[in-house]
């Protein structure tokens, strides 16, 4: 069973620090894009980072440029969302995503959610002010 689980969130105030994982598991994601979406209340998920398949590549929405930071490990299937200065507009149910074919690599595709065929049920972040 293919599955990504993420860990990592609660509750943190404002300026504060939290570190999101995602453990995949029932197939190799090494070759996959990876990221991460959030959905905060009343609003649709929108687009957090993505992170290529070697590691080398990664892209931030314009609102977490500069705060989050993304990465991977592809020897243990896990790939990490560290964010740092959070904001209590921060606050969403964080989603680990997979992009097994690399959909969300053509032009226009990233920040479109269907492009990303493997999702966790994602963790609670709340930001107090």
């Known amino acids: 069973q293919v599955q990504l689980m993420e860990s990592g969130g609660g509750l943190v105030q404002a300026g504060g620090s939290l570190r999101l994982s995602c453990a995949a598991s029932?197939?190799?994601?090494?070759?996959?894009?990876m990221g991460w979406w959030r959905q905060a209340p009343g609003k649709d998920r929108t687009f957090v980072a993505t992170i290529d398949w070697s590691g080398d590549t990664t892209y931030y929405a314009d609102s977490v440029r500069g705060r989050f930071t993304i990465s991977r490990d592809n020897a243990k299937n896990t790939v990490s969302l560290q964010m740092s200065n959070l904001k209590p507009e921060d606050t969403a149910v964080y989603y680990c995503v997979a992009d097994s074919s690399r959909a969300s690599y053509a032009q226009g595709q990233r920040e479109n959610l269907e492009a990303y065929d493997f999702w966790g049920e994602g963790t609670q972040v709340t930001v107090s002010s």
């Open positions: 029932g197939r190799t994601f090494s070759s996959d894009v």
